[in-house]
């Protein structure tokens, strides 16, 4: 990228499964763009508020809000790069690891719900784009952190194939998924996604949709940085 070229934000939302990650960390390489995995952050929140949850005993304060508001200023969450790729830590651990689970997977889609969680995470998401030059994925980054993001791709798939992915992602991380339940899931996780009060999945208005359930990753990665140049060359 020439460095006349002005930068820009790029947002990509979508549903859970979907290759937001993957897609969003081949864009930024390829553009020499900065990453950032907002899904990781809500993970991390989730990791330090269960294990808050479980030092206490009490497994129901993870449905308590103001609980849940009075953790948060003891969170830190950084990205670090480790070789040609990040990790998360948490207030200094790395957690990379910990937070992709499935287990954490979910509770991140449930405290996600909560308002003070999405506000804190948010603020921080919004300063990281200050300077532009960035990917962002998530699940209302081009609605609510970067409305006014220049580019803005909103990424879906069959539920079939989207839990065909995540089954044999977590196979590949050792663990013995069963495919119904993954695809229960994921079926309740859109399901929280899309109906919570605060900052729901929707495609925004003036993003681009790109069904991926058919196309290969080199067919999606090229179409997504023609979408990306022509959007430079508006600039």
Known sequence: MSDKQKKIIVAIDGYSSCGKSTIAKQLARAVGYTYVDTGAMYRAVALFL????????????LNDTEWVERQLPAISIRFV?????????LNGEDVEAQIRTLEIGNRASQVSTIGAVRRFLVAQQQAMGNDKGIVMDGRDIGTVVFPDAE????????????????????????EQPVFEEVLRDLGERDYRDTHRQESPLRKADDAIEVDNSNLTREQQTQHILDLFNKCIAQQ
């Open 50 to 61: 269960s294990r808050k949850a479980q030092e206490a005993g009490k497994a129901e304060l």
């Open 81 to 89: 790069r480790v070789g040609d790729g990040q990790h998360v830590t």
């Open 151 to 174: 580019l803005k791709l909103f990424l879906t798939a069959s539920p079939e194939v989207r839990a065909q992915r995540r089954f044999l992602e977590l196979q590949e991380k050792g």
